[in-house]
């Protein structure tokens, strides 16, 4: 879920066409969620080939990457996350305990046959396993698209290729990679510009926006240390807040105080003990310098196996895929992947 930094975040709105020929650190787990929760038959079950495999997150990964390619020139590099910080055990537990009763709840929804309220329940059930990771990568592999599995956050990671230049920017829907350094946050990189919204059960016109921590931290005249001492306030993945201590009170709290060892006693008694292991996480987060971007080869033959043999897809969504990467890859061998990807940064 991340941090909720909404009511004072600095963004600006754009369209896709102002992304065209930038290079994006994608937070690929967080994407994945999005396809497995929103990718569902009328009734929230999510799309399965006919031995059970779920390919919900297979098809959104393989349309729109594709799409964001071949019509925008976007250069994706995904990022998976690694082994989480033990902060985070508590987090992933609640997460568990909402999927449980989602799946309850969608359940009984079924049998009740109220298919509108069993889908907005589905979508909180989703599971991002092993196995449907792999697939992710292994789908990425065989379009020659190019991923990287950090040591640990996802966010870190794509933070940390940001701020080296290696990138344009970080891609995510939550404002953690902010928090780790991102010069650039990019938010909403979708085809279809709308989000739906569960707890309401209506969807959301949605729009790009990009996030410059630079203009930011400026706007509010804080630093990227009292931005994490702010987030820490408000809860993150790997605390809870301040109770009563939203975004805007944790903002002035940060500007009056300076940091969380000057707070209030009242307040500073009510902090996570473990606040400074938090800053760390953020300011020092576990990432690698032990990859390299390099785009691969479009394999044919083993993507037809893989998508339509063993997983049902049939092979005209498969041709059109490779239409698209056909394209994209005879395009670029004009002036070569390696300057192609050098000038979207």
């Given at each position: 879920m991340g941090v909720n930094l909404t009511p004072i975040i600095v963004k600006k709105i754009v369209n896709l066409e102002d992304l065209k020929g930038k290079s994006l650190a994608v937070d690929a787990n967080n994407v994945l969620y999005q396809f497995l929760s929103l990718i569902r038959t009328p009734d929230g079950t999510p799309l399965?080939?006919?031995?059970?495999?779920?390919?919900?997150?297979?098809?959104?990964?393989?349309?729109?990457?594709?799409?964001?390619?071949?019509?925008?020139?976007?250069?994706?590099?995904?990022?998976?996350?690694?082994?989480?910080?033990?902060?985070?055990?508590?987090?992933?537990?609640?997460?568990?305990?909402?999927?449980?009763?989602?799946?309850?709840?969608?359940?009984?929804?079924?049998?009740?046959?109220?298919?509108?309220?069993?889908?907005?329940?589905?979508?909180?059930?989703?599971?991002?396993?092993?196995?449907?990771?792999?697939?992710?990568k292994r789908l990425l592999e065989l379009l020659g698209i190019p991923y990287f599995q950090a040591p640990s956050e996802g966010e870190a990671q794509t933070?940390?290729?940001?701020?080296?230049?290696?990138?344009?920017?970080?891609?995510?829907?939550?404002?953690?990679?902010?928090?780790?350094?991102?010069?650039?946050?990019?938010?909403?990189?979708?085809?279809?510009?709308?989000?739906?919204?569960?707890?309401?059960?209506?969807a959301r016109p949605l729009k790009p926006e990009i996030i410059r921590l630079n203009e930011l931290l400026s706007h509010h005249g804080i630093t990227r240390e009292q931005l994490v001492d702010l987030a820490i306030m408000i809860g993150t993945d790997f605390n809870e807040g301040i109770k009563g201590v939203g975004p805007k009170t944790a903002l002035r709290l940060v500007r009056e105080h300076g940091k969380l060892e000057n707070l209030p006693e009242n307040l500073k008694s009510k902090l996570a003990a473990q606040y400074e292991e938090i800053r760390n996480i953020f300011l020092k987060p576990k990432v690698s310098d032990d990859y390299r971007i390099e785009w691969g080869n479009l394999r044919e033959d083993e993507l037809y196996e893989f998508l339509c043999d063993q997983?049902?897809?049939?092979?005209?969504?498969?041709?059109?895929?490779?239409?698209?990467?056909?394209?994209?890859?005879?395009?670029?061998?004009?002036?070569?992947?390696?300057e192609w990807i050098k000038g979207g940064r």
């Open positions: 399965m080939d006919s031995k059970g495999n779920i390919t919900s997150h297979l098809v959104g990964l393989m349309f729109r990457s594709t799409r964001l390619i071949h019509d925008y020139g976007i250069k994706l590099i995904f990022v998976f996350d690694g082994k989480p910080p033990q902060l985070k055990g508590k987090e992933i537990e609640k997460r568990h305990e909402a999927r449980r009763k989602a799946v309850s709840e969608w359940e009984e929804a079924i049998k009740m046959r109220d298919y509108a309220t069993a889908w907005s329940k589905a979508v909180m059930t989703s599971r991002l396993t092993k196995p449907l990771i792999e697939d992710a933070a940390h290729m940001a701020m080296k230049g290696d990138v344009w920017a970080s891609n995510s829907r939550d404002y953690d990679s902010i928090l780790f350094g991102a010069p650039r946050l990019v938010r909403y990189v979708t085809i279809s510009g709308r989000e739906f919204l569960p707890s309401k059960g209506v997983r049902g897809f049939s092979k005209q969504r498969v041709e059109t895929v490779i239409q698209r990467m056909e394209k994209f890859y005879s395009n670029q061998a004009q002036t070569g992947l390696g």
